[in-house]
């Protein structure tokens, strides 16, 4: 701490997440947050994260500074670290602008726990080019330390948040910087990067003994073959995140080390030679080359880097595995709990299953491009045959999703509040929302998807009729769940005369069909907080709402001539009001 108050430049200030200390790092801080008033923000105490990733991963979500720089609790800062990184980096934005995402970086000195130089570059030390910055490098092997690096706002912003399969925050960093930005280095030392025996991450000099280790490591397969299932799995997960907005030769390279181990052995080499997917230093790709053909097998594609993670976990972090599980536990014990509601609580209804519908619209109206806001295990995303985004901040992905189906693992509000347009790229056709069941977030759902549709647009909304006071209720305590999203029936009805509204009576709890959108409209945002006020009064659902009153048969041939209608006005010749004109007339005859 003392370093970083000795900075030449010192407008700046710190942002604390204290993972969990049991030593007396509160009251230090407490005592810097005297003597530094104004400049010093310690987040709430946090039970511990359990890695590294996850506590930076908090406190880049509490981020709101121009530029950001990772400082480990260990380090010891050189007077100009953050002038010399600024000064690189105004360089850049003056270069690129400060809308495009830029990560610098600068060397380190390594030193023993007791600050004693043992090399003064981490990048000689460990022989690492700090030039190699592409993003099939990057997947490989990350040269910009965590601690000895500078991001500005339109990095951190988009690399966030981090998903659990990130190796670390810095390596995520740079992949991102990599895929959407650039890299610049600062050939000089700003940092004495303390060495221990605890460090979590380490650094090793590059020599014979190093090199032995290495070729046994390969050898029996541990630490390498690892560390490269938790490059494979960092991939997945950068293609999960950005597919929509990567170039396709960046998806190919990530995709082609995503996909590693379900490769034929022999094919793997060939693989990441042809991706330029290397390591630093011919003796590191050796062991490369030796560990991806000697083990795995396709059959084992699913299994074998979850089963890696999980031995890596019990050797290198087993407080975090421990920690994992017992969260896992916990959510699957409270599901099990909080829902199992009665026989009668947990009746069904319905004359066709929601799933089988959406099957049929999704035959009858054939969609160039759907979104789901909230896809659970895919089964519903992956009846889309066209490109598809899905939106949830837990996925839990069973079904055999199409290639062309992409999951951004993110709340709605945020999906929306980020970059939803680049990352749909065009109009979505067809839109399921069905994420959480509070009527106010599917009343924001529903809004914000009408912002990005057209007149030709169908949203189709899950959860309208529940059978049961207790499905309706807003804390989960049935299988059958529908939460309070009935209100949205009657919100729509009031509030947006101008749609056209259909409430199909699907098993189990009625989907609602939404068309003749109409982007321009404000007549929701405009009422949202006196909507709020009004319907969040608590209140059950009423009478007509349990018996379905509204509801129209899904098996009806309107349902596919609703479909025909809206794949025709795809033309965009017709406006809003004429669409509805011509829905309703098609209900009329039926
Ligand atoms: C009923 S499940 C979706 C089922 C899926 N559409 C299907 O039919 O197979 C609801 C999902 O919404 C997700 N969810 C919860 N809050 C959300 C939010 N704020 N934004 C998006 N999804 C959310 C949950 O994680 C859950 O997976």
């Not at 060495?195 to 490591?217: D, E, M, P």
């Not at 056709?429 to 069941?437: A, K, M, N, P």
């Not at 189990?508 to 982007?519: E, S």
């Amino acid at each position: 701490m003392d370093s970083l108050f000795a900075q030449t430049f010192r407008d700046f200030a710190i942002l604390i997440s204290d993972d969990g200390s049991t030593d007396a790092t509160l009251s230090i801080l407490a005592d810097y947050k005297q003597r530094y008033p104004g400049r010093i923000r310690i987040l709430d105490p946090h039970h511990s994260t359990g890695s590294a990733r996850a506590n930076f991963a908090r406190l880049i979500d509490f981020a709101t500074a121009d530029y950001v720089m990772f400082c480990d609790h260990d380090d010891v800062w050189l007077p100009n670290k953050i002038a010399l990184s600024l000064e690189k980096m105004h360089w850049a934005e003056n270069e690129h602008g400060p809308q495009t995402p830029l990560l610098v970086h600068t060397d380190l000195v390594v030193t023993n726990s007791a600050l004693e130089t043992v090399h003064p570059s981490y990048m000689r030390y460990s022989s690492i080019d700090p030039a190699r910055h592409s993003l099939a490098q990057s997947l490989m092997q990350n040269t910009a330390v965590g601690c000895a690096t500078l991001m500005n706002r339109a990095l951190y912003e988009r690399a966030r948040p981090f998903p659990s399969e990130a190796a670390i925050h810095d390596c995520w960093c740079t992949l991102v910087a990599a895929t959407f930005g650039k890299i610049y280095y600062v050939d000089e030392s700003t940092i004495l990067y303390r060495r221990h025996k605890n460090n979590l991450i380490g650094v090793a000099k590059w020599n014979i003994s190093l090199i032995v280790t290495l070729a046994l490591k390969t050898v029996m397969a541990t630490d390498i073959l690892m560390s490269l299932v938790l490059k494979s799995l960092q991939a997945k997960a950068l293609l999960t995140a950005y597919a929509d907005v990567m170039t396709s030769e960046q998806r190919k390279t990530a995709a082609a080390l995503a996909d590693l181990w379900s490769l034929r052995r022999t094919a793997r080499v060939l693989v990441l030679l042809r991706h330029g997917l290397l390591m630093n230093r011919l003796l590191r790709n050796v062991g490369l080359f030796v560990a991806v053909s000697t083990y795995g097998t396709s059959r084992r594609s699913f299994w074998y880097p979850r089963l890696m993670r999980a031995i890596y976990l019990l050797l290198r972090k087993p407080k975090a595995l421990v920690i994992r599980f017992l969260t896992h536990a916990g959510r699957v014990a409270s599901r099990t709990v909080q829902q199992s509601g009665t026989a009668e609580e947990e009746v069904e209804n319905g004359s066709m299953s929601y799933w089988r519908c959406l099957r049929r619209i999704h035959t009858q109206l054939e969609p160039s491009l759907y979104l789901e806001i909230g896809v659970a295990k895919g089964n519903s995303l992956a009846l889309a045959k066209c490109r598809a985004v899905g939106v949830d901040p837990e996925p839990q992905i069973t079904a055999a999703l199409p290639s062309t189906a992409s999951v951004v693992k993110t709340t709605s509000d945020h999906f929306f509040d980020i970059e939803a347009r680049t990352i749909l790229g065009s109009t979505p056709d067809f839109v399921f929302i069905d994420g959480l069941h509070h009527f106010e977030q599917t009343l924001r759902d529903f809004i914000h998807v009408e912002l990005l549709a057209a007149p030709h647009s169908l949203i189709i909304v899950d959860d309208i009729f529940p059978n049961h006071q207790a499905q309706a209720e807003r804390e989960r305590r049935t299988q059958v769940w529908t939460g309070d999203t009935w209100k949205l029936h009657a919100i729509l009805e009031k509030y947006r005369p101008d749609l056209y509204l259909l409430a199909l009576d699907t098993r189990p709890t009625g989907l609602l069909l939404v068309a003749g959108l109409d982007p321009a409209s404000r007549l929701l945002w405009d009422s949202y907080d006196s909507i709020i006020e009004v319907y969040g009064r608590h209140c059950g659902p009423p009478r007509e709402v349990l018996l379905r009153q509204a509801a129209f048969p899904p098996k009806h041939s309107t349902l596919s001539h609703v479909a025909e209608l809206l794949k025709k006005c795809r033309d965009g010749k017709l406006r809003a009001p004429e669409v509805v004109r011509r829905l309703r007339a098609v209900q009329a005859l039926a």
